[in-house]
T-cell receptor
């Protein structure tokens, strides 16, 4: 079956640092890949997505590239802010529109 | 756009009672909604897929008689936890797929259920 593995947290960074959260997946076909973000006290929000190999999703300074050869979708941001503190979930969807989530990575950015 | 609400945000109930949680799409119509359960510091686990006008599809291991799902309109799905017990205490989250041909889901803010 489908599964998503993302790096364990928590991750603590200083403002303006570079952030990378690794995500790899297992799927039988060609899934769509997502990053969702959950800010404290709020619901999940779609951060970005990519639907096919080599696609790059981007939003709010975050980027992730769909790498079929390495089955990865790593999330990156060049300069984080305190407001980026949240839990980040990698997820995939294949065929039946069901989402399979990774365990989530808690990111804390300190001023 | 694409806002999903849930009500209530928090509920505390006694063991043996039933609790209903509502999930509404506020500015769009959703033929498909999903219900998830999230344990502390863990990921979301899909419980069931709710389709407007038809029976819900439950994931393996989820008791359909305990977690009743009704999707009576294109903007409302409800989850009823029947005869709740302390082990049912959790964070329940719904989402709605939109547009209808898309694989993107929009999530509600979640409902914290505590069973005493």
């Amino acid at each position: 079956g489908n599964s998503v593995t993302q790096m364990e947290g928590p991750v603590t960074l200083s403002e303006e640092a570079f952030l990378t959260i690794n995500c790899t997946y297992t799927a039988t076909g060609y899934p769509s890949l997502f990053w969702y973000v959950q800010y404290p006290g709020e619901g999940l929000q779609l951060l970005l997505k990519a639907t096919k190999a080599d696609d790059k999703g981007s939003n709010k300074g975050f980027e992730a590239t769909y790498r079929k050869e390495t089955t990865s979708f790593h999330l990156e941001k060049g300069s984080v802010q305190v407001s980026d503190s949240a839990v980040y979930f990698c997820a995939l969807s294949e065929g039946d529109y069901k989402l399979s989530f990774g365990a989530g990575t808690t990111v804390t950015v300190r001023a | 756009g694409a806002v999903v609400s849930q009500h209530p945000s928090r509920v505390i109930c006694k063991s043996g009672t039933s609790v209903k949680i509502e999930c509404r799409s506020l500015d769009f119509q959703a033929t498909t909604m999903f219900w998830y359960r999230q344990f502390p510091k863990q990921s979301l686990m899909l419980m069931a897929t709710s389709n407007e006008g038809s029976k819900a599809t439950y994931e393996q291991g989820v008791e359909k008689d305990k977690f009743l799902i009704n999707h009576a309109s294109l903007t409302l799905s409800t989850l009823t936890v029947t005869s709740a017990h302390p082990e049912d205490s959790s964070f329940y989250i719904c989402s709605a797929r939109w547009p209808s041909g898309s694989d993107t889901q929009y999530f509600g803010p979640g409902t914290r259920l505590t069973v005493l």
